[in-house]
């Protein structure tokens, strides 16, 4: 098996272009043991929107808040998915 990977996801216009086809490549990455994030220079999202755009509970969303996003995630990124 090769090293796990810690793969970040973009937010709006990544995600929300196609919340399912995310959703279940976030749970395939999972299921082959990889870490799966996403990462957004929004500064929060609510719970109802989370629900409305199947972001499933295992993955974490870090806040950049118009920053950089390397700088809001406190570990190495192997794979970023950007628009």
């Known amino acids: 098996m090769s090293k ?9 216009k ?3 272009a196609e919340p399912m086809l995310f959703n279940a490549f ?16 929004r500064a929060e999202l609510s719970h109802d929107e989370r629900i409305r ?5 295992f993955i974490t969303l870090f ?14 990124v192997v794979i970023w998915i950007d628009d």
């Open 63 to 76: 806040f950049a808040d118009l920053g950089f996003k390397r700088d809001a995630v406190p570990f190495p």
């Open 53 to 57: 755009l199947q972001i499933p509970e």
């Open 14 to 16: 990544t995600w929300t």
């Open 26 to 41: 976030a749970k395939i990455a999972k299921s082959f043991g990889h870490t799966v994030i996403i990462c957004t220079r």
């Open 4 to 12: 796990p990977l810690t793969i970040s996801i973009d937010l709006d």
